[in-house]
């Protein structure tokens, strides 16, 4: 396990200060705000800290209010909606500040027989084993001695292998300009059994590339572009058991953007083609002039 998985399993143990408040921490790099999958992540965890161990999460439904400031801790306030039978029901507020930042509703769910199918397919794509990293990627675009060199050399908690462009490589050449994207992700550990924490860090992984797919339609990149985009509100809906320690496809798609706000949605398939995860994102994206 490399130093940056330690560090953000070690960021999504919180600290419980009171019955369901608990707070959490960023990194100690200064960076402009704090990363959207990890208040999504960290509030995930306390609600999951709320709930009886025989429900598994099956929906959550967040907005992003405001930026988060990496320096000071993040109280989650959790609220028991519901307890019934086979549901249940938690709202988790993210504060700083003393104003909410990020706001949560999640439900849990016992496990119950049904009927099943699935009608999305995995898309066919090369095996991730094949593909190089994206710090390889990157390196390739920019060079081994840009102003990026410290950046890529750092280690990530998330292996990320694209089976298509990057949007760095689509703003080089615009023939490369999709509304679609595909990557395989892993975390390269054993992660144990716990089902929470699975959904978790799927939930923290979810947030990295989806909004990309919306730059990727227009030949836009992060750092290369005069763009400037934040997470507005973010879905998730997760349909079976997996493991975030087996690669996962994420298949993205950006149906649409206008108005200064783009619309992405993701589907995680397991390496085998079962749909575990259904996403959906919408997100500010302005162009500065």
């Known amino acids: 396990m490399n130093e940056a998985l330690k560090e953000l399993l070690d960021l999504l143990d919180l600290e419980q200060i009171e019955l369901d408040i608990f707070r959490g921490r960023s990194p100690e790099e200064r960076i402009q705000r704090v990363f959207g999958g990890q208040v999504a992540a960290q509030a995930l965890v306390a609600a999951g800290r709320t709930v009886p161990s025989d429900r598994n ?30 549901f249940t029901t938690r709202r988790v507020q993210a504060i700083q500040h003393g104003k909410a930042i990020f706001t949560m509703s999640a439900s849990f769910h016992i496990f119950e027989e049904g009927v099943e199918h699935q009608a999305s397919v995995k898309p066919a794509v090369p095996d ?83 909004v990309d797919t919306i730059l990727l339609a227009h030949g836009m990149a992060w750092g290369a572009s005069d763009v400037v985009g934040a997470s507005l509100d973010h879905a998730m809906w997760f349909h079976r058991p997996f493991r975030a320690d087996d690669w996962l496809l994420y298949a993205h798609e950006s149906p649409w953007s206008g108005g200064a706000r783009g619309l992405a ?19 500010m994206i302005r162009v500065k002039k």
């Open 57 to 86: 999460v099956h929906s959550l439904h967040a907005y992003f209010i405001r930026p988060g400031d990496p320096s000071v801790p993040i109280v989650y306030n959790v609220e028991r909606l519901r307890d019934g039978r086979s």
């Open 128 to 210: 991730p084993e094949t593909l190089p990293t994206f710090q390889e990627r990157m390196t390739e675009i920019v060079g081994v001695n840009s102003e990026y060199k410290e950046w890529l050399s750092r280690p990530r908690p998330v292996d990320a292998r694209y089976a298509s462009p990057l949007t760095w490589e689509a703003f080089q050449n615009p023939e490369l300009r999709s509304a679609e994207t595909n990557v395989w992700f892993r975390y390269d550990a054993e992660l144990g059994d716990d089902p929470l924490l699975h959904v978790v860090l799927a939930a923290y992984a979810s947030d990295f590339t989806l």
């Open 265 to 283: 949605r993701g589907e995680m398939f397991t390496a085998s083609g079962d749909l575990v995860v259904s996403v959906v994102q919408e997100a």
